[in-house]
């Protein structure tokens, strides 16, 4: 299978496993940019956080990666991108071999 197959496999993968847990997910294909994936859950679907009465939007950016290796300064960039979006950044790695699992390999929590 070719690195963009695997690739493409585990973002609609990791796509349906978020619609399932009730996140509305955007898939950039083929974007070469910092996110692959982007999900939103609904306000009526999370909990109001103590600050705010009132429900709040949970926004999530995903960096899909078959080998889990990023640049200093992608990191950077998504971090910059979660922060200027008030959300979180994780970092996912499929593992070698185009294996069933995913890991989270970091999580950038920029909203606070």
Not at 49 to 72: K, T
Not at 86 to 105: D, E, F, K, P, Q
Request: net charge positive; with cysteine.
């Amino acid at each position: 299978m070719s690195n963009y197959r695997c690739g493409s496999s585990f973002e609609r993968r990791l796509r349906k496993y978020l619609e399932d847990a009730g996140f509305f997910v955007v898939r950039a294909a083929q974007s070469r940019g910092l996110t692959d994936l982007i999900a939103v859950k609904a306000p009526e679907a999370t909990v109001a956080s103590p600050a705010s009465p009132d429900p709040v939007s949970v926004a999530r950016l995903y960096s899909c990666r078959i080998h889990g290796r990023w640049s200093g300064q992608e990191k950077q960039d998504l971090y910059a991108l979660a922060k200027q979006t008030n959300s979180t950044a994780y970092l996912v790695s499929r593992g070698a071999a185009c294996t069933h699992y995913m890991l989270i390999i970091e999580r950038l929590e920029a909203a606070q």
